[in-house]
């Protein structure tokens, strides 16, 4: 069977209900299936749904942004860091490898910071509300690439 491309949109509330993101005010997101646009348990869930009926959805920890890890807390000089007026809740990015790694500073001391390279979501279970806008077959400039394109998906420029 063709990959699917999923349009949709979504309200991701926390656990206190409070909305942290949604798509309600713009376009809809649109994603190749299996291609790990989007979390995992939200494509387990749209997998299932039918277009049109906004369906509410839990998605624990493991199956959204993965575990807390301690292991991405490090310590660095303030003397290696891009800037040397940090303040706490600033975001970089670091070279790793060949990656980028979007790291945040979450304590100052007087020649060292703490930065933490966990997602900002990482460790939370997350309260979707979701409703799919349209299902259609990928096309093959889309299964080359792996994402989608067009309304909510991937531009090129
Ligand atoms: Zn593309």
């Known amino acids: 069977m ?5 349009t949709f949109h979504y309200t991701l509330t926390d656990s206190k209900g409070d ?3 949604s798509s309600r005010q713009g376009e809809p997101l649109a994603f190749l299936e299996g291609s790990g646009q989007i979390i995992p348990g939200l494509e387990t869930a749209l997998s299932k749904m039918e277009i049109g009926k906004e369906q509410k959805v839990q ?3 493991k199956d959204a942004y993965g575990d807390y890890d301690k292991s991405l807390v490090f310590n ?3 003397s290696d860091l891009p800037s040397q007026g940090v ?3 600033d ?3 670091v070279a790793e490898g060949a990656n980028q790694r979007v790291v945040v500073v979450t304590a ?3 020649n060292e910071v703490t930065l933490d390279a966990n997602h900002p979501m990482a460790g939370k279970d997350l309260s979707f509300s979701v409703e799919i806008v349209s299902r259609r ?7 080359a690439h792996g994402h989608a394109h067009g309304e909510g998906g991937h531009h090129h420029h």
């Open 137 to 143: 077959n990928a096309t093959p400039e889309e299964l």
């Open 87 to 89: 303040k706490l809740g």
């Open 2 to 6: 063709t990959k699917q491309v999923v």
């Open 19 to 21: 909305v942290i993101d």
């Open 76 to 78: 660095v000089p303030k």
């Open 91 to 93: 975001m970089f990015e």
């Open 108 to 110: 100052i001391k007087e």
């Open 59 to 61: 998605i624990p920890s």
